[in-house]
């Protein structure tokens, strides 16, 4: 009996040798939460290179990552509606909203800013200059019939 005793006792000295080990390891510091971000537009197969760019005559989206109550886009040359909780194919995000121009805005480059949970996370982004959008008046016109002699 004296022998089991011992036996037994090991036996429990050793599992709580192996047992500390492991305890010490889930007590360490808890790994640092991913840092958000923010991003104007997702690349598509399409296109590889819309992000952070405005994009004329389509539609435009902001992205956020970020942890905390009413998420809030803002920029100088940007409008937002429509706020929509994710996750979202493409991008790292768990928040979006519509992103329109707005009026009178020049090309360059412009800060986005997301702001949740008393973090705040910018970006920059470009617009490009507008393309002409009316026709030079007496400038021939495909197939009206203007060049046919």
């Given at each position: 009996m004296r022998k089991t005793v011992v036996f037994v006792a090991a036996a429990v000295i050793g599992a709580t040798a192996l047992a500390a080990p492991a305890t010490a390891q889930s007590s360490s510091p808890a790994a640092p939460a991913p840092a958000g971000s923010v991003q104007l537009n997702v690349n598509t197969a399409i296109n590889q290179s819309l992000v952070d760019k405005y994009v004329r005559d389509?539609?435009?989206?902001?992205?956020?990552?970020?942890?905390?109550?009413?998420?809030?886009?803002?920029?100088?040359?940007?409008?937002?509606?429509?706020?929509?909780?994710?996750?979202?194919?493409?991008?790292?995000?768990?928040?979006?909203?519509?992103?329109?121009?707005?009026?009178?805005?020049?090309?360059?480059?412009?800060?986005?800013?997301?702001?949740?949970?008393?973090?705040?996370?910018?970006?920059?982004?470009?617009?490009?200059?507008?393309?002409?959008?009316?026709?030079?008046?007496?400038?021939?016109?495909?197939?009206d019939g203007s060049m046919a002699g």
């Open positions: 389509a539609p435009n989206v902001a992205l956020a990552k970020c942890e905390g109550a009413s998420p809030k886009f803002s920029s100088p040359a940007l409008d937002f509606a429509n706020y929509t909780p994710g996750p979202f194919m493409g991008a790292d995000a768990n928040i979006s909203a519509d992103a329109t121009l707005k009026p009178g805005t020049a090309a360059g480059e412009y800060p986005l800013t997301v702001t949740c949970g008393g973090q705040t996370y910018t970006t920059k982004f470009t617009v490009p200059a507008a393309q002409v959008a009316k026709v030079p008046s007496g400038a021939a016109k495909a197939g």
